[in-house]
């Protein structure tokens, strides 16, 4: 049993930019070379992201969709009156969406559904710099 950490940086637009993460997790976990075990993704900050979809162009646009009816740009947030960096629905998206998401894998192959693909989504108001940390526990 082990710990292996490995990072990957990524430049995003923003404004629900989503990008598929899954050939990069792939490429931790070979990197590890663990088996069988946990991946974990993590993106820190609070305005970005980590969930799985159908990263297809459909499904993408269906949830950037979904986020601003539930969740819209032009709000009011509390937090854009005290900061004024009008950012405030990307914060309460990220929260919701959540920083990571976990994993499992066995005989060195992620264990995702046909159709699932490991994904970053930046709520971000600008464009940015991303690091994604991967942390792989396994054997």
């Known amino acids: 049993m082990g710990v292996f950490t490995w990072r990957k940086r990524v430049k995003s637009r923003g404004d629900a930019e ?43 646009q269906d949830l950037r969709s979904a986020l601003e009816r539930l969740i819209p740009k032009d709000g009011r947030y509390e937090h854009n009156q005290r900061w004024g960096d009008g950012n405030g629905f990307s914060h309460v998206r990220a929260a919701l969406i959540k920083p990571g998401l976990a994993i499992p894998f066995q005989d060195g192959r ?6 699932q693909q490991l994904v970053l989504i930046d709520f971000d108001n600008r464009p940015r710099e991303r690091e994604i940390i991967f942390q792989i526990v396994g054997e």
């Open 110 to 115: 992620l264990l995702l559904g046909a159709w």
């Open 18 to 60: 989503v990008q598929d993460l899954t050939s990069a997790a792939a490429e931790a976990l070979k990197r590890s070379e663990f088996q069988n075990g946990i991946l974990n993704a993590f993106v820190p900050g609070s305005t970005a992201g980590i969930t799985t979809i159908e990263f297809e162009s459909g499904a993408v």
